[in-house]
Each structure stands twice: as structure tokens, then as C-alpha cells.
């Protein structure tokens, strides 16, 4: 049985003139599509670099949340689904999610549907900065009241404008680990993208409704439309392009005293007054007491003085 020999372009045997031809239009294909920064080595290093840029949070110089505010969503910490540092809503966006209106040759930007998670960095940036939203026609600067509906939207620019969102869970739609009802970011605001403040404490729940809602104390963000409220899963983590999170759901934890857990206690967090370029929650892990050997508290206190009492 005769030996099949194989040669390279530079021998002028078989097609030869179509194979350098080929390799020719597959070097121009490349310098253009580099030119136009279509790579997806080019790609990946503009998502990182717009989703990871520093965001300036909104100061509250009366420690009261207003609509139009730009603030971080945290969850405190806890032990109620397994020991977890504090986590912020982040956005967990990929290539798929970044678009462009290339007749303009705008900046690139986000598009829905994207997912959620509870990332470890709780430094403000365009990943976890969200701007309070009025659903009911309340204009930007009144203050946000417990049980008043609002919803929570992205930055503009490479945020995208985005929408926080949840449904009822279904077979075909749920959390990717828990099964749970999903939350996701969505372009359209609808009823399905509104949230309400209900205050942390069963017992005096009643007594603060219609209350303002003050900065960095801990809340439940129930949805308007499933009465489920926000939650944070350590026990469940998802692999994402920026490293392990925590999965966020919608589905209320109750206590054998019938009281929402920790993992569904969240802290809105502004900038600090005295140092607008840092938030609130970056002041309190700084002056945090350190235990004997060294290391600071996980979990953060109800309220933003009680750490330095």
C-alpha cells in the first residue's frame, strides 16, 4: 500500500495555489476583524474593563434612602445556610450579553436578559452599582419608605439600564442550583421587576410601615408580585467569569419562630460623607474591632454604630 505524502504550501504540488490563497484571506479576515476589535481575546478584556470600572455611590447626608439614589444591595453575612461573608448583587454578564449599535459605532453596552449573584468584592463598581427607581410616578429625591413598590436598575451607559426581575419558578424557568425562583435583570420594567422594603423585624413590622428607610440597616426586599423575598445561597455556588458567587434567589427562609433568616437580611449601602470616593460598608470593615488574632468580624451589625460600640 503505496504512502500518502503530504506537503506544505511552499511545495507547488496539488493544489498548492489554492492553499496559500486560503491561508492569504484567513491572515485578511484576522487584521480586520482586529482592526475592528471583534477578537474575542479584544472582546472579553472590554467587558471586564467597562463591568469592573469604579461607580460613585450617592451620599445621604440625613442617613434616609431617596429615589434616584446610586447604591449597593449587600447581603449582611450569616450561619442560616452555611457560614458566608457579606455578598453584593452583582451582575454576571457575559460576550453574549454586550451589544453595540454598530450604524452609530456607539459604546458597547449590556443587554438582557442577565443573570445575578452575590459576589465577595464590595468595592462600587458598574457590577453592583444600582439606582433605586420609581414604578408609581414618585419623582426622583423623595424619600423610599418601608412598603412603598420601587425597582432596582443598572447604571447607565455599559450597565445598560437593566431591570431586577422575578417570577413565579416554573420547570422550564428556576435557580440553575437551588430550583428556586429565579432573579435576573431584564430591559423591559414591568410588574414583575417591583420590590418593596419591608423592615427586618417581625414583631415591629407593623409599627414601621410607612417609615423612611434608612441607610445601611437591615431590610427584606420582598417582591411585589410573589410576596418572596430576596435571598442569598451559600450552600449554593455558581462558576462565573469574575470567580465563585453565591446564588441569588427569590424564596423566603423562615426560622422556627416563623422570622426571616439572615441569608434574606440586606443592607442598601451609599457613599460615605466624609470620604464620598468610599462607602459606608468599606468605613465599618476598616474601623471594625479586630479579634485576638487578628482577623475582623464576617458578618456586619444591624446598625452602622453598633460596631464601634
Known sequence: MATVRTYSPSVRV?????????DEDSLKDFLHRKEKGELTVQKTTVLRQNILKPMSLSVSRDGFLRFGDTIMLVNSGGTSLGPHDPCSLSIIADLSNMSSHPQTNSDP?????????GANN???CVRNAFVITSVDGTPDGDILRYDQSFGLRTSAGFG????????????????K????QEVS?????DFQCWWRVVYFDPQERLEHEGFPVQVSCKVLISHCKTNQCLAALANHVLWTPFGEEYELTAHTFLDSHKAEQDSNHWLFVTADPAHEGQSLLQRQQGSAITNENGSHPKAITDTPGESEK
Request: charged fraction near 25%; glycine fraction near 8%; include cysteine.
Open 185 to 189: 435583570l431584564v430591559e423591559q420594567c
Open 14 to 22: 496539488g493544489n498548492w495555489r489554492e492553499d496559500v490563497t486560503l
Open 160 to 175: 445598560g439600564e437593566l431591570y431586577l426581575a422575578s417570577d413565579h419558578r416554573t420547570f422550564q424557568k428556576c435557580a
Open 109 to 117: 453596552y449590556l443587554q438582557g436578559p442577565c443573570q445575578v449573584g
Open 122 to 124: 464590595l468595592k462600587p
Open 177 to 180: 442550583k437551588s430550583r428556586l
